[in-house]
């Protein structure tokens, strides 16, 4: 006879969390991306539907270039983005 495999009961999100999580400072380390990244790149997150169809950022980038083109003159010169001072 064949013992069938139980299932186990899906976790709650609620029961994985703590209310208080004490970080031990001592051992981090600096972030090793952050000077690849530089201070004029915003990250985007995009859902999962939307980020297959794209293989890299470079894709994404020449999409939304594509829609800006497209875009009446009198609206891009909003969205040009504001430098820091």
């Known amino acids: 006879m064949k013992r069938t495999a139980r299932r186990r009961p ?3 999100v609620e029961d994985d969390l703590r209310t208080e999580y004490d970080f031990d400072y001592s051992k981090s380390r600096p972030n090793r991306f952050a000077a690849k990244v530089g201070r004029a790149c915003i990250a985007v997150i995009l859902d999962p539907d939307v980020a297959s169809v794209f293989r890299h950022s470079g894709a994404i980038n020449n ?8 875009l009446p003159s ?12």
């Open 10 to 12: 899906p976790l709650r």
């Open 74 to 85: 009198r609206d891009r010169s909003s969205s040009r983005p504001r430098q820091r001072a």
């Open 63 to 70: 999409l939304l270039r594509s829609v800006i083109a497209a």
